[in-house]
């Protein structure tokens, strides 16, 4: 059995591994949680292609039924159909419409299949996917065939905590919490995307962030992708990182600080401090 | 062994289950568990604990459990109980773990009883050699978790040691720390409890294709189309929140605001209203309490029915003749006590709570306090993540 290790282009803490092959190996769902931006919907695309699988994708909405999932009948066509006295009407299975558990069953080799976000969702739809889930297979009443996993499909599932998980679908999970990287993993995330960046850069940028991040009422706190973002920024506009020291020292809002706070209450306290600070000083 | 850990998990309130105890004997088998303990302490964290707002509570549970084996205390270093704790320990480990095969290699190079000696006498060079140094005992070389060690590829006490130093770090750090439920809450998780207020309903404009009544009608038409409509699903919760300001409240004022801006965005039918310390015949629509923002209470007793609920958010705490005397009030003359006034719109709206930032061991110390719970008939909750759920659940139900 293949072991994810992380990969290239992202960075697995050990815990994340460990959660991630347990559940690849025991074939059972694994529950990711995590502040938005940690990552948790890149780890199943990174987690298929160091495993060399396929991915399917399946976003879920607020309106999104657990039927969906598996298949839906496409009544409106066949009635339309029948309407107009088209031939495909007598065959029911021209109506049914696959749906992302279905195409992971039935491929070939077993793929990943990311179903992101549950919590948006209904409260009764884990539910509803209890047994899907868990025999990996489901039964089509319109043309009463029983649709088995060829191979099961490592399932990851995403959560933003909108909504509680009913406890019998917990049970049968994996979980894992991405907590916020710490200022070494960080370091490790910066190098996997733009490798080789000025380390002192680097040092003052990270500490600008992280101050930054500690600030208490900070209405939204910047996350690993803003950080990354920011970055990009920073090396596109050529800011040294003299500037950077002398901001963050002085508790001045950050150059470019557009990429970090994305909201303008936020942006005010940083320009009450400052100012705060101008005439304390 | 790992019954007892399991049991102890269950007692602290972390909500495993057979069913994922199982699962973590079967990681284990399948050789997720690696005979590291930093490994098994993420594999049993990721089986058994289901809630990030648990993962403290199993690190509790966990560093309690495994704390003899991990950490022997200092002055059982000296004696022999500290190589004979971790060998029953080992012993029961490895029945558990070990796969027949292992088992036989083991047997292979003389057998347990003949590796538990080269370990211990391992233990004791590395004893010898580090008693000279006055940090010996922080390194803890004893850790059975030289159960590594026993697999073929050699001992390696020495890495061992470090590696253990770390990974009991990882449980003692704790931080998973400000996710427990029973501590204060930020914003974000606010407004995750306020989501279970959410009731979808359709109401309004019809604008959705209803599938299952236009096949219905259809085939009641003889096969002609008759396309039925129904209106959109939405949040139909209407709330009516009360808010304390000012003296006694300025302490909570952070907490209530937390709580405020989370229920701003997450209802369409949201009204806030401020009073002080106790509502009267007026209550304010901004909290600087200006004639301006005035509104006699019995407007919003007429204005809105029953189907809206009503969230009072406030300490509780003033004099007794704030709350049962009229013209008690401290801001202005109340000819009605507030307790009448209270009683009105607790009759009025049916689905009220008291949400108290005071921390709920404090509660029965102050009078009116304990006057306005049962007022409440007990409808009254800490603004912690525990309490609004238990609020929530309660306006829902």
Same mark, same amino acid.
């Given at each position: 059995m293949a072991r994810f290790e992380g990969t290239s282009s992202f960075v697995a803490t050990e815990d994340l591994k460990v959660a991630v092959n347990a559940a690849v190996s025991l074939q059972r769902p694994l529950l990711i949680k995590g502040e938005p931006g940690t990552g948790k919907t890149v780890l199943a695309q990174e987690v298929a292609r160091a495993l060399g699988k396929d991915l399917i994708s399946w976003h879920i909405k607020s309106t999104t039924k657990a039927?969906?999932?598996?298949?839906?009948?496409?009544?409106?066509?066949?009635?339309?159909?029948?309407?107009?006295?088209?031939?495909?009407?007598?065959? /029911?299975?021209?109506?049914? /419409?696959?749906?992302?558990?279905? +195409?992971?069953? !039935?491929?070939?080799?077993?793929?990943?299949?990311?179903? +992101?976000?549950?919590?948006?969702?209904?409260?009764? @739809?884990?539910?509803?996917?209890?047994?899907?889930?868990?025999?990996?297979?489901?039964?089509?009443?319109?043309?009463?065939?029983?649709?088995?996993?060829?191979?099961?499909?490592?399932?990851?599932?995403?959560?933003?905590?909108?909504?509680?998980?009913? +406890?019998?679908?917990?049970?049968?999970?994996?979980?894992?919490?991405?907590? @916020?990287?710490?200022?070494?993993?960080?370091?490790?995330?910066? !190098?996997?995307?733009?490798?080789?960046?000025?380390?002192?850069?680097?040092? #003052?940028?990270?500490?600008?962030?992280? #101050?930054?991040?500690?600030?208490?009422?900070?209405?939204?706190?910047?996350?690993?992708?803003?950080?990354?973002?920011?970055?990009?920024?920073?090396?596109?506009? +050529? /800011?040294?990182? #003299?500037?950077?020291?002398?901001?963050?020292?002085?508790?001045?809002?950050?150059?470019?600080?557009?990429?970090?706070?994305?909201?303008?209450?936020?942006?005010?306290?940083?320009?009450?401090?400052?100012?705060?600070h101008r005439r304390g000083g | 062994m790992f019954i007892g850990f399991f049991l102890a998990l269950r007692a602290a309130g972390v909500k495993a289950s057979l069913r994922e105890y199982l699962t973590l004997q079967e990681a284990m088998q399948a050789g997720l568990g690696d005979y590291d303990i930093d490994t098994f302490y993420y594999l049993a964290r990721a089986t058994l604990v289901k809630d990030e707002r648990f993962i403290d509570k199993f690190d509790r549970v966990f560093a309690e459990s495994f704390k003899g084996i991990l950490q022997p205390k200092p002055a059982a270093l000296n004696g022999v109980e500290a190589q004979d704790l971790p060998e029953e320990w080992l012993k029961l480990l490895a029945e558990k773990l070990l796969s027949d095969e292992e088992k036989a290699q083991i047997e292979a190079m003389g057998g347990f009883e003949k590796l538990m000696e080269t370990l211990a006498k391992r233990l004791e060079e590395q004893k010898a050699r580090h008693e000279g140094g006055s940090k010996w005992i922080g390194t803890a070389g004893t850790s059975p978790f030289g159960a590594n060690g026993y697999n073929p590829e050699g001992v390696r006490i020495g890495q061992q040691t470090g590696?253990?130093?770390?990974?009991?770090?990882?449980?003692?750090?704790?931080?998973f720390k400000n996710l427990a439920s029973d501590v204060e809450i930020g914003t974000r998780n606010m407004k995750v409890a306020l989501r279970r207020l959410r009731r979808f309903a359709r109401e309004g404009a019809a604008e959705e294709l209803d599938l299952a009544d236009t096949i219905g009608s259809t085939a009641r038409n003889a096969g002609f189309l008759d396309l039925k409509m129904v209106p959109e699903r939405h949040n139909a919760v209407k709330l009516l929140l009360m808010l304390d300001i000012g003296g006694s409240m300025d302490d909570h004022i952070t907490l209530c605001e937390q709580l405020f801006s989370a229920t701003k965005g997450e209802f369409k039918h949201l009204v806030h209203l401020y009073f002080h310390n106790c509502p009267y015949d007026t209550l304010w629509t901004d909290a600087r309490f200006r004639s301006a923002d005035a509104v006699p209470t019995h407007d919003i007793l007429n204005k809105y029915d029953a189907t809206w609920k009503l969230i009072f958010i406030g300490d509780a705490a003033m004099s007794p003749y704030e709350l049962i005397q009229p013209g008690g009030g401290i801001s202005s003359w109340n000819t009605e006590s507030g307790q009448d006034w209270l009683q009105r719109l607790v009759t009025a709206f049916p689905k009220s709570v008291w949400i108290n930032p005071v921390p709920e061991k404090h509660w029965n110390y102050t009078q009116s306090t304990k006057i306005i719970r049962e007022m409440f008939e007990n409808r009254m909750y800490g603004l912690t993540l525990e309490g609004l759920d238990a609020a929530m659940h309660r306006l829902m139900h």
């Open positions: 039927q969906q999932g598996l298949y839906e009948y496409d009544a409106v066509s066949r009635l339309r159909d029948s309407q107009l006295g088209d031939a495909r009407v007598h065959d /029911i299975g021209n109506y049914i /419409i696959h749906g992302k558990l279905w +195409d992971a069953f !039935e491929a070939q080799n077993a793929p990943v299949l990311l179903i +992101d976000e549950i919590d948006k969702a209904d409260i009764e @739809f884990p539910n509803d996917l209890l047994l899907e889930l868990d025999r990996m297979e489901f039964f089509v009443y319109e043309t009463r065939q029983t649709i088995k996993a060829r191979q099961r499909p490592v399932i990851i599932i995403t959560s933003n905590n909108e909504k509680e998980l009913p +406890d019998a679908f917990l049970r049968r999970c994996f979980f894992h919490y991405i907590k @916020f990287p710490d200022r070494e993993t960080m370091e490790r995330i910066v !190098e996997v995307h733009y490798p080789g960046m000025k380390s002192l850069l680097l040092r #003052e940028a990270l500490t600008a962030f992280y #101050e930054l991040r500690e600030l208490p009422g900070l209405k939204k706190r910047p996350s690993t992708s803003e950080f990354l973002d920011w970055l990009k920024l920073l090396m596109a506009e +050529d /800011i040294g990182p #003299e500037l950077l020291r002398e901001k963050s020292a002085a508790k001045l809002i950050p150059p470019l600080h557009g990429a970090l706070l994305k909201n303008e209450q936020d942006v005010h306290l940083f320009e009450r401090l400052a100012f705060i | 590696r253990n130093r770390k990974a009991v770090k990882v449980w003692d750090q704790r931080e």
